[in-house]
């Protein structure tokens, strides 16, 4: 049970290219986040999936899309990337429980530099 | 806008003390509100969840506050021990999971 897996863990990019971030989780959650983490700004929201085949604006969406591939995936792209956009990106999962919920379960991580 | 505001500065403790960890929140009106650590290179892990229908929760020497009239939940840590050190974080949820920017927690021997 390897829970949520993010791809790849570590990525440089020179401004101008794109890249997708890849995440993939095997509990069976309906619900699918995509975090970015920056010092002392804590986990900022970028993207978010209440469940499969929809997706919803976060705190800080612009310069990124997502596709919520199916129940189990949910990946992040950058078209452009640009230095402002250097980062460690989170993924994670939860059931989606209207008003009652369920603890978040987050990946690694994945340590983007754009130079 | 919806805010969420944790102690920026680092709390600093001795070891066997309680830490008190402070989440406050504005124009927002959450289900539950959810607590998390977070180490050094790692993604965070959930400790505690509470409703807000409820006024306090503990596991073993972890407590939970949430007072939805103050806007506020208070996060304790009883007899404290080094291993605990570690950034903390508080989330809202309300459809989305949105968190605080964590307070990050030393416990000294």
């Known amino acids: 049970n390897a829970g949520v897996t993010q791809t790849p863990k570590f990525q440089v990019l020179k401004t101008g290219q794109s890249m997708t971030l890849q995440c993939a989780q095997d509990?069976?959650?309906?619900?699918m986040y995509w975090y970015r983490q920056d010092p002392g700004m804590g986990l900022r929201l970028i993207y978010y999936s209440a469940s499969e085949g929809t997706t919803d604006k976060g705190e800080v969406p612009n310069g990124y899309n997502v596709s919520r591939l199916n129940k189990r995936e949910f990946s992040l792209r950058l078209e452009s990337a640009a230095p402002s956009q250097t980062s460690v990106y989170f993924c994670a999962s939860s059931e989606y429980g209207g008003r009652g919920g369920t603890e978040a379960f987050f990946g690694q991580g994945t340590r983007l530099t754009v130079v | 806008s919806q805010k969420i505001e944790q102690n920026s500065e680092a709390l600093n403790i001795q070891e066997g003390k309680t830490a008190t960890l402070t989440c406050n929140y504005t124009n927002y009106s959450p289900a539950y509100l959810q607590w998390y650590r977070q180490d050094p290179g790692r993604g965070p892990v959930f400790l505690l969840l509470i409703r807000e229908n409820e006024k306090e929760k503990r596991k073993e020497r972890l407590k939970v506050t949430f007072d939805t009239t103050l806007k506020q939940s208070l996060f304790h840590i009883t007899a404290s021990q080094p291993a605990d050190s570690a950034t903390y974080l508080c989330?809202?949820?309300?459809?989305?999971?949105?968190f605080g920017q964590g307070t990050e927690l030393s416990v000294k021997p």
């Open positions: 989330a809202l949820r309300r459809g989305k999971l949105i």
């Open positions: 509990m069976n959650h309906n619900s």
